[in-house]
């Protein structure tokens, strides 16, 4: 491939990372990563509630990483209130899990900001073969997907299997008991899953750019192997 358009395979590729890194510092402080409503089956039950009446009932939150906001009802009428995980939620969610999901996301930005820099070294710089050559650009690109992949998972995990929603609506309240009814991911999720898609998309653009997968040897490689062993 000529040298221009490796170039411009390699400056496209550093864009799309430098942008994704900004997507998910954004996204790290934005209440925007799920989205859920709960319900008040007790209150419901005592009134004995049907129908239109259950939306007296149904409360809402929205969080991210960080902080987050949501309205209880209970038939008493709208109750907003604002919350954050540090220090308020430390009781009552996985700290070890949230922790690592705040940690991996810092290393993902770190990691793409740094991958974007090298891929533009290699656009118009002269980068030594293992560290910034076609293998370290193929190296970060695996890391960064996978801790962008570890976010994903880990995040996940404390929603659904630990109930994250449904402990953030019952903390502190005593009277009456909330139980999650939808949880769906929201703007700031989908950011950290384009970036991790994009580090996938960077790996398809290096080889594009004429580059071999690790570890993959080339025919024409082979070929003089096996010329020098029949000389042999």
Not at 194 to 200: D, G, Q
Request: glycine share 8%; with cysteine; hydrophobic share 50%.
């Amino acid at each position: 491939m000529p040298n221009q358009q490796k170039k411009v395979i390699f400056c496209m590729a550093g864009v799309l990372s430098f942008v994704c890194a900004l997507g998910v510092v954004t996204a790290l402080g934005t209440p925007l990563w799920i989205k859920a409503t709960f319900f008040c089956k007790m209150g419901a039950l005592l009134v004995n509630a049907s129908g239109q009446e259950l939306d007296k009932f149904m409360g809402e939150i929205q969080y991210g990483l960080f902080h987050g906001e949501g309205v209880r009802q209970c038939g008493l009428g709208a109750r907003p209130f604002r919350f954050s995980f540090f220090p308020d939620l430390l009781k009552a969610i996985p700290v070890s899990i949230h922790v690592n999901v705040i940690l991996f996301s810092l290393i993902l930005v770190v990691l793409t900001m740094v991958g974007a820099a090298f891929f533009m070294y290699n656009a118009f710089g002269k980068p030594f073969e293992t560290l910034h050559g076609p293998l370290g650009l193929y190296l970060l690109s695996f890391i960064s997907g996978s801790c962008g992949c570890l976010v994903m998972i880990l995040f996940a995990s404390e929603v659904k299997i630990h109930h994250l929603s449904e402990k953030i609506a019952n903390y502190k309240e005593g009277t009456y008991a909330y139980k999650t009814q939808t949880e769906k991911y929201t703007t700031s999720f989908w950011v950290v899953f384009i970036c991790f898609f994009v580090h996938f998309l960077n790996g398809l653009l290096i080889r594009l750019a004429g580059f071999q997968f690790p570890f993959v040897k080339s025919k024409d490689t082979e070929t003089t192997n096996v010329a020098a062993d029949l000389m042999y």
